[in-house]
């Protein structure tokens, strides 16, 4: 009975490592990371900037290089061009490997869950969120200038959200006052002309 009890606690011991050794080497996983990335939404989001930069066309990009987003001196001094292993670096510990950047996250200390997190940002680079960026500065003839005069003709017009949505989604800089005061001094100038 003894031996009995000897052989299967030892196969159980041989089941749970087999298990763990399993979890360790279980792909990364989007769907996972998607989970992890909801602790970035307090500061970061896919499409556009908040208190930290956007993360569509995240991979392959020069790190303080977004235009319209205002970066640390520390980030845009950093030349880090932002891949899976970089990810997994900066992710680790921000301030380790950008000391003095405006990011004061910790890090994610769970390689496992980092590995999750690069996966859903990858899987998200390509998503329908950030694709229409790239098809619509096409549409635009190319380039955020065609985009943002696109925009700003939008705005002149009167159609601030669609005006909104093409700055967002096209990457074009931001409306300026006097394009969003367009269709207001239009019928000011218009009116003053009838008196």
Known sequence: MARKSVALRGALLLLAAAACTWAQAAPASAV????????CAACHALAQNRVGPKHCGLFGRM???LPNFEYSAAMKQAHIVWNAQTLDRFLASPLKMVPGTAMT???????A????????????????????????????????????????????????????????????????????????RALRVSGSRRR
């Open 105 to 111: 996250y910790d890090g994610v200390s769970d390689a």
């Open 63 to 65: 790190s303080g290089s």
């Open 32 to 39: 996972r990371g998607e989970a992890v990335y909801a602790r």
């Open 113 to 184: 869950e980092r590995a999750d997190l690069i996966a859903y940002l990858r899987e998200a680079g390509n998503s329908r969120e950030c694709k229409p960026r790239k098809e619509l500065v096409e549409r635009h003839g190319g380039g955020v200038g065609a985009a943002q005069q696109h925009a700003h003709r939008l705005a002149a017009l009167g159609l601030h959200h669609a005006a909104e949505q093409c700055r967002h989604r096209c990457g074009a800089a931001g409306l300026d006052d006097d394009a969003q005061d367009a269709p207001q």
